[in-house]
């Protein structure tokens, strides 16, 4: 069964840059070609947001229209089927609760696209 581990995270300043990583596992090989793998945030009493997505079969990155160009999604070369987040010029409205998710049947910004999510990564941004 398929399974994502998120790490990095964790108190940054405003303005400063921060670099989370997602690490997928357990999914049968005729899938592992087809994954796409996202990032997702939430923050208590609001909706989960789609941040970024990468899917491993078209090479493809979608984001978050609103998230301005601070996020970059890539895929970690050093490690198969892991993926990094870049947010660059982190504000506190960056403050939330970052959450991996991997699935093989598409690619989107929509959380059906997902059949496996992580426990998720606290980022906290003060001024």
């Known amino acids: 069964r398929g399974r994502v581990v998120e790490s990095g995270g964790g108190a940054a300043q405003a303005g400063g840059s921060l670099r989370l990583s997602c690490r997928a596992s357990?999914?049968?090989?005729?899938?592992?070609?087809?994954?796409?793998m996202g990032w997702f945030r939430q923050t208590p009493g609001k909706e989960r947001e789609g941040v970024a997505a990468?899917?491993?079969?078209?090479?493809?990155?979608?984001y978050a229209d609103s998230l301005n160009g601070r996020f970059t999604i890539s895929p970690d070369n050093g490690a198969q089927k892991s993926i990094a987040l870049q947010i660059d010029n982190l504000q506190e409205d960056d403050t939330a609760m970052y959450i991996c998710?991997?699935?093989?049947?598409?690619?989107?910004?929509?959380?059906?696209?997902?059949?496996?999510w992580g426990q998720g990564t606290q980022v906290t941004v003060s001024s």
């Open positions: 357990g999914f049968a090989a005729r899938d592992a070609a087809y994954l796409c």
């Open positions: 998710a991997a699935g093989a049947h598409g690619c989107s910004l929509s959380p059906s696209t997902f059949s496996a």
């Open positions: 990468f899917s491993y079969d078209t090479g493809l990155s979608f």
